[in-house]
T-cell receptor
Framework: GEDVEQSLFLSVREGDSSVINCTYT??????LYWYKQEPGAGLQLLTYIFSNMDMKQDQRLTVLLNKKDKHLSLRIADTQTGDSAIYFC????????????FGSGTRLSIRP | EAGVTQFPSHSVIEKGQTVTLRCDPI?????LYWYRRVMGKEIKFLLHFVKESKQDESGMPNNRFLAERTGGTYSTLKVQPAELEDSGVYFC????????????????FGPGTRLTVL
């Protein structure tokens, strides 16, 4: 089956690192994504990683993929108040019917 | 480059009424998708168009939902008659076809239409 799970809430202190974790069940996943939704806004693609990669880094963002355990994480270094949002983990197979399967989203809140 | 746009941004209707949501994808994107998020839960896939054809409509909840994409450009999603459980945020997304030539496999999402059924 297809299922993506992630914790609902995460609170971190400003300046610390945030780590958002996600697990998925579909072993045929080809692409894994992190989307961000700020209050009142739409979904913004933050980053994606191919299933044959272990890690991807993009400025303050680091994505780690453990394909054996079907575990994906997003690390945000030096977390700022502007990082407050809901972060959705997602996966797709990318074939001709490449629907994306999303998790429920993790709400990240920043403490001063 | 303009992103995916959706109209309206908000809609409040009564149970039993009809509502039509519109999505304009990014120009040149053959793939168009509809998703919805209900009651703060996960975002769920509804259907996928390739140009004007329905490629996958496995996520459509029931026959009260009708999606069209005449001419392969913009798409509409009609809910008739609306029920209370249809309330949520309806997202549209679009993507390019294929991944050769540096094309991105990713789907770009619109801001969503928040539908409230009273």
């Amino acid at each position: 089956g297809e299922d993506v799970e992630q914790s609902l809430f995460l609170s971190v202190r400003e300046g610390d690192s945030s780590v958002i974790n996600c697990t998925y069940t579909d072993s045929s996943s080809t692409y894994l994504y992190w989307y961000k939704q700020e209050p009142g806004a739409g979904l913004q693609l933050l980053t994606y990683i191919f299933s044959n990669m272990d890690m991807k880094q993009d400025q303050r963002l680091t994505v780690l993929l453990n394909k054996k355990d079907k575990h994906l994480s997003l690390r945000i270094a030096d977390t700022q108040t502007g990082d407050s949002a809901i972060y959705f983990c997602a996966e797709s197979r990318y074939s001709s019917a490449s629907k994306i399967i999303f998790g429920s989203g993790t709400r990240l809140s920043i403490r001063p | 480059e303009a992103g995916v746009t959706q109209f309206p941004s908000h809609s409040v209707i009564e149970k039993g009424q009809t509502v039509t949501l519109r999505c304009d994808p990014i120009s040149g994107h053959d793939n168009l998708y509809w998703y919805r998020r209900v009651m703060g839960k996960e975002i769920k896939f509804l259907l996928h168009f390739v140009k004007e054809s329905k490629q996958d409509e496995s996520g459509m909840p029931n026959n009260r939902f009708l999606a069209e994409r005449t001419g392969g450009t913009y798409s509409t999603l009609k809910v008739q008659p609306a029920e209370l459980e249809d309330s949520g945020v309806y997202f549209c997304a679009s993507s390019q076809s294929g991944t050769s030539g540096g094309k991105s496999p990713t789907q770009y999402f619109g801001p969503g239409t928040r539908l409230t059924v009273l």
